[in-house]
């Protein structure tokens, strides 16, 4: 039966020793979306959202989140990200954005709390930035889509 890898023998919280893992390249990618008034939208796209760019606002709070994840989570380890990247798209389907981030570095542990934070944070950031006009909001569908690196190996959502 799988065990948490968090919790000791002892039922204990503890952080996974990671000392004698060697150092592979791993990466994540999460996702999440803003489902918003089409009004909503149509004014963060056109850049006159009363706090300023909505998008590159989020895009940078995600950035700073994936950074700050070992302080935000607890037992997560801190990690030298070599690359965080945040995508931040519309949806006229939702009607709402559509954030994705892929957070990668060389090291001995996984780096998908940091993606997921990264998501996470990016979408808060719109809710702030727009909430004035829109308090009826969604934060929805945040979730690993992929990961690879590390002893289990790749892993891809399948199904949607």
């Keep these: 039966m799988p065990q948490l890898s968090h919790i000791s023998a002892d039922g204990r919280a503890d952080m996974v020793d990671v000392g004698a893992k060697a150092a592979t390249a791993r990466s994540a990618t999460a996702s999440g979306a803003v489902i918003m008034a089409r009004d909503t939208l149509n004014l963060i796209l056109s850049g006159n959202a009363k706090k300023g760019d909505v998008i590159a606002t989020a895009r940078i709070a995600g950035i700073m989140a994936a950074k700050k994840t070992h302080e935000l989570i607890p037992l997560c380890h801190p990690l030298m990200l070599e690359k965080i990247s945040i995508d931040v798209s519309p949806d ?8 994705t981030a892929t957070a990668s570095l060389n090291g001995k542990t996984g780096v998908e709390m940091e993606a997921l934070t990264a998501v996470s944070v990016a979408c808060l950031t719109i809710y702030d930035m727009a909430k004035a006009v829109d308090r009826s909001m969604e934060i929805t569908a945040i979730r690993l889509e992929e990961k690879s690196g590390g002893r289990s190996g790749s892993w891809v959502r399948s199904g949607g």
């Excluded at 006229?92 to 954030?99: E, K, Q």
Aim: proline share 12%.
């Design 92 to 99: 006229a389907s939702l009607p709402g954005l559509r954030v």
